[in-house]
């Protein structure tokens, strides 16, 4: 998936690895036999936006931008944490996290491994690609693994 991103983009990059690790974490950890699941690891930035923003002095103007952008792009309803921790569920998850990286200012490219399938339902991710503050999102893109060594990780602390 390619990203244009509001403002830096090692600061995108932090912010979308925060979150989805937080994520994968949770889904690590908890598990999904359970009604409702733990969100105290996931970024508060990331809870105001997804449950109906009601802290917004708090959230970097970069996500409120790529909320908005979100909803434009996607057509989609406002998510509840919740809903979206439950659709890291590996049983209902098509494609594992593997890396962003960037080949240039603004840009951002995210790699996931489909496991070989061409139509991957990944909504929570656009959600998540969106959030942490991207203008704009193509959608998934086929590349060689050649193409991903060429250009550098981004968002590691």
């Given at each position: 998936?390619?990203?244009?991103?509001?403002?830096?983009?090692?600061?995108?990059?932090?912010?979308?690895?925060?979150?989805?690790?937080?994520?994968?974490?949770?889904?690590?950890?908890?598990?999904?036999?359970?009604?409702?699941?733990?969100?105290?690891?996931?970024?508060?930035?990331?809870?105001?936006?997804?449950?109906?923003?009601?802290?917004?002095?708090?959230?970097?103007?970069?996500?409120?931008?790529?909320?908005?952008?979100?909803?434009?792009?996607?057509?989609?309803?406002?998510?509840?944490?919740q809903e979206w921790l439950f659709c890291f569920d590996p049983d209902l998850r098509y494609w594992h996290w593997w890396?962003?990286?960037?080949?240039?200012?603004?840009?951002?490219?995210?790699?996931?491994?489909?496991?070989?399938?061409?139509?991957?339902?990944?909504?929570?991710?656009?959600?998540?690609?969106?959030?942490?503050?991207?203008?704009?999102?193509?959608?998934?893109?086929?590349?060689?693994?050649?193409?991903?060594?060429?250009?550098?990780?981004?968002?590691?602390?």
């Amino acid at each position: 998936m390619q990203i244009d991103v509001f403002g830096d983009v090692e600061a995108y990059g932090w912010r979308l690895r925060r979150v989805l690790m937080a994520a994968v974490r949770v889904a690590y950890e908890q598990g999904f036999d359970r009604e409702e699941l733990d969100t105290s690891s996931i970024p508060n930035w990331f809870i105001s936006i997804t449950d109906g923003g009601s802290h917004e002095e708090a959230i970097p103007v970069e996500v409120l931008a790529g909320r908005n952008a979100y909803y434009a792009a996607r057509d989609q309803n406002e998510w509840d944490v919740q809903e979206w921790l439950f659709c890291f569920d590996p049983d209902l998850r098509y494609w594992h996290w593997w890396d962003l990286t960037s080949p240039g200012d603004r840009v951002a490219v995210l790699w996931i491994d489909t496991r070989g399938e061409w139509d991957v339902p990944c909504e929570e991710l656009w959600w998540a690609v969106y959030a942490a503050g991207a203008r704009s999102a193509e959608g998934l893109i086929w590349m060689s693994a050649d193409e991903w060594r060429r250009q550098p990780s981004i968002g590691i602390t």
